[in-house]
């Protein structure tokens, strides 16, 4: 009989626990728990739309819901279930940092603080620090460029200093009670294994060097004087509290409390894996390795690649994070993505309506009938801006080659190949600095409805396009975590081998597209460049001609 | 009392008489008469996309019945009319040539040649003719550029000599037959004053200069080595019965004969104009003068300028045509054009049909609302290629500046503002060459219908847009060469005074908006000489930033 690990997933709106076979992945029990508080479990304010919160009670409640209700399910499968589970991972959204006291238990906990949204846990999608973000990217660009380089060239508002300088700003009762402040990825973990304690708790390597900062190559944290730099040094009592290392998910922090074991139906001692982001263990759960990138497909895409340790990585301009063991122990993890996939085709079927109001399914059904290079269009994928490699938000979206007999499967066809196009430019910086890539796995619903986009993207690859054949990659990741380090597997290469699958669908690129394709991004890239960095400089006047040559030739 | 003069408008699908006062312009009698050979009067060739032609024997038929009809209204009126008539004049599609026999008649009236096509008019749009056109124009590029740069650089298989050569090639027996040609625009006022023979037949300056490469530049016709070079100097022929001079439309070709006036129930010896294109004297309907450019907005537009002969005008690059008095006698003719405006509109609403299909009256009443710069989009207006003043029909539309939000009225205003920036293009590029224009009449349904469109054309030009109070400019220009040739006005600009007048109302630049569109065009030239052209080179970075800065300033 196999063992069981647990997989504790917390989204932007509920979070999610499963338990799986560790021999095979397959899942046992899986129960979901909406947060409370807030609309759909964001604490929001009306009157400032970069306001997003939640409340950490929500986190509690969640885990005993969740997990109490997958094993239950589990159970009645193998009634012997819960004795044979050997470890928890967890993965998070973030950075959610949450100010707690010294003891480590989240400030909106005491009834003092329990209704001020700044005691609560501050959502990734807050944005209020929108002007200290700047401010530290401001004095890091003069002061130590090299914070910004391996976060792709601006401190984001959605990351951890920036939110703390905004609290001591603007609540100096809650920032002053609290005597730190913890990533949601480190807090579950602490909490589950009561090791909350200032001097205790591990701060996993995804949240730290992603997000505030934390890179061995300059012995961790931001150095204290750089932090102290702003408003009289607030943020030096908090860095304080920082431990010099940072855990991986292979490391384990802690084990089950008996209180949570009785709670929870399970026997104390399990062993509580380090956390990460969801999106990174969401990369694990679709068996990322090197040389196999993962791509999350969804309104926007993550896209998530690693390279082992021994590689001589540079810096990859553009691309916002490359951190050492990040997403797998003993390999570079990098993180790119674009602003837009699903959402502009959402902007085109929901808001352009073309077509006298087609649905998706048509679009996409019509313009897989178009061959490759046939439309005569080109377009940029930058109706949201460009994450990666630009980082850049003011960029626009562009069609270009329209005539009179532009159809609307003809532009949805273009959008869809400016999104592979747009794919493609991360690839290529990922390979041009080192970082291998011969397959992509993909995940997402997007991934696994349109197969004409996934041709697309294998054609425009040059590359075979592989898809997870699990729904809830980031669970899977996580109860990855928990058997390795419950000790069911070696590490995650053997975890990977055992616990993740493909799909039976795999997109290999078809010769005759990749010809055309290629062609195609020779003219994307130049648009791209154009528009997009102030180095190109060159006369048009080609590309226009080149796409009625390929639209005719296409045509026959 | 009034005296009246008469207008016969030749189109591509019917003819229409206009009977008109001479005092006031005042429509008294119209009839229109649909050809009745082919489909929708033009004899086609379901294996021959390329073919158009037409039956003389419908012009014919179609004077009979429309001056008669429009006469029999008029005299419901004044019963006098038809003794008050001083004159005729006549406008018709071009390049439409007719092959003839040595005293005139049409060969297609013969019994031998009544159903071949090839004895028939060559419609304007026929374009069997394309391989002729360019290897004229190749041999004119060696021999004789000067011939090219008073045409835009290509001459087209829309015109006399290449459907002439085409004829010589594909039919000898015609070609044979056929003593002349003469254009559709000389071959009715020689047939209503039986000037038909080969010694008598005028041909007229708008068609012998904008099509036959007549120029007195160069002693008028190509030079007979030139056209001698074709296929052993099969053109020649035709050359020798080419009188040496051309006339205008304050010349009097003839009379109308006692046969004619006969049928018709009007006195003989009426004087007969030389004719012109129907665009041409939709200008002078339109009451164009130095100054005031004539704008005829329909799926494409004509955009027609005069300068006085005194101007020492330049060759002006991608005008398809500066021929002295083609217009109004004592001055230069200018001739231009967009390729497609209503024809974008068309597409959009009707094809890519956006906003789950909302109609042009529903998008505009939306797009009526938004502020110059508002939507963040700039669009090339290259749907159907562009013909002045880059003379390319291998260049497409863009739309630039999409984003997440963009809406259907949004992109719909863009396209909008697109065809005002090609058409100031035009503008621009005459008064750079010396031809002044400080007003724009505009005609045509989309003028009439639109005033959000002419707002905006106001605002792009800045100056005032004004439209013509006629619906048939056409008609009355030519009744308005009638009125001249007949006496009742000196000249055209008497006639213009009396005749034409302007709708009330008239769109004047607003001053703010002027501002955001000058920024606006600034940014089309940049991508309309970087697309559009070989001799620009530039990096682009700024464009849509440009284009987010003036949104944001325009939503305030």
Same mark, same amino acid.
Request: proline letters at 5%; hydrophobic letters at 45%; glycine letters at 10%.
């Given at each position: ?280 263990? &969401?990369? #694990?759960?679709?068996? $990322?390795? +090197? @040389? =196999?990138?993962?791509?999350?497909? %969804?309104? !926007? ?19 916002? &994070?490359? #951190?050492?063991?990040? $997403?797998? +122990? @003993? =390999?570079?993890?990098?993180?790119? %993505?674009? !602003? ?35 439309? %005569? ?180």
């Amino acid at each position: 009989m196999s063992t069981y690990s647990v997989g504790l997933d917390f989204g932007t709106n509920s979070v999610r626990a499963v338990i799986v076979r560790t021999d095979n992945g397959a899942e046992v029990g899986a129960a979901v728990f909406n947060y409370q508080t807030g609309e759909m479990g964001v604490v929001i304010d009306p009157k400032d739309p970069h306001l997003a919160r939640q409340h950490p009670a929500d986190y509690l409640a969640g885990i005993e819901a969740t997990l109490t209700g997958a094993l239950a399910q589990a159970c009645r499968r193998d009634p012997d279930c819960a004795g044979r589970i050997v470890g928890i991972g967890v993965d998070t959204t973030g950075s959610t940092p949450i100010p707690v006291d010294a003891s480590g238990q989240a400030l909106a906990l005491q009834s003092a603080f329990h209704d001020n949204p700044n005691a609560m846990a501050w959502l990734w999608k807050d944005h209020t620090a929108y002007k200290e973000a700047a401010e530290i990217t401001a004095a890091a660009k003069v002061m130590h460029p090299e914070y910004l380089a391996k976060c792709g060239g601006i401190y984001s508002s959605e990351w951890y200093w920036a939110k703390l300088l905004k609290c001591s700003r603007i609540d100096a009762k809650v920032f002053a009670a609290a005597a730190s402040w913890v990533e949601l990825a480190d807090w579950v973990p602490a909490v589950l294994s009561n090791t909350t304690a200032l001097d205790q708790i591990e701060r996993c390597i995804c949240a730290a060097g992603h997000k505030a900062m934390f890179n061995p190559a300059w012995g961790g944290y931001p150095n204290p004087e750089f932090l102290a730099s702003f408003d009289n040094g607030v943020l030096s009592r908090v860095r304080d509290t920082l431990p010099a290392l940072a855990v991986n998910i292979s490391d384990t922090v802690g084990t089950l409390t008996p209180e949570w074991a009785d709670k929870l139906g399970l026997p104390a001692g399990i062993p509580v894996a380090g956390g990460a982001f969801d999106a990174h263990l &969401g990369g #694990v759960g679709c068996g $990322i390795r +090197p @040389g =196999a990138m993962v791509k999350v497909i %969804g309104t !926007s895409t993550c896209d998530l690649a690693v390279a082992p340790l021994a590689t001589e990585l540079m810096d990859i301009p553009g691309l916002c &994070g490359v #951190v050492p063991e990040s $997403i797998l +122990p @003993g =390999a570079y993890g990098i993180e790119a %993505g674009q !602003s837009a996939v699903g959402d502009i085709f959402n902007w085109y079927v929901h808001k352009l309506r073309p077509g006298g109001g087609l649905d998706h399914a048509t679009l996409d059904r019509e313009a897989a009938q178009l061959k490759p290079g046939s439309t %005569g269009l080109l377009a940029l994928d930058w109706h949201n801006g460009n994450r990666t490699v630009l980082v850049d938000q003011q960029l626009t979206g562009v069609v270009l080659g329209l005539t009179l007999h532009s159809s609307p499967a003809e532009i949805f066809r273009a959008l869809v190949e400016a999104t592979a196009f747009g794919a493609r430019m991360i690839r290529d910086r990922m390979t041009e600095y080192g970082v291998p890539v011969e397959s992509v796995i993909n995940c997402g619903g997007i991934a696994r409805k349109s197969p004409m986009l996934m041709q697309i993207y294998a054609d425009v690859f040059n590359c075979p396009m592989l898809i997870s054949s699990s729904d809830q990659t980031c669970a899977l990741g996580s109860a990855m975590a928990g058997a390795v380090v419950g000790g069911a597997h070696p590490d995650f290469e053997a975890a990977a081998a055992a616990m993740t699958s493909l799909d039976q669908r795999r997109y290999t690129p078809i010769k005759a597209n990749v010809v055309v394709y290629e062609q195609l991004f020779q003219l994307y890239k130049q648009l791209h460049d154009l528009f997009g960095t102030t180095e190109y400089a060159a006369n048009q006047f080609n590309v226009m001609k080149e796409l009625i040559a390929l639209r005719e030739l296409a045509r026959g």
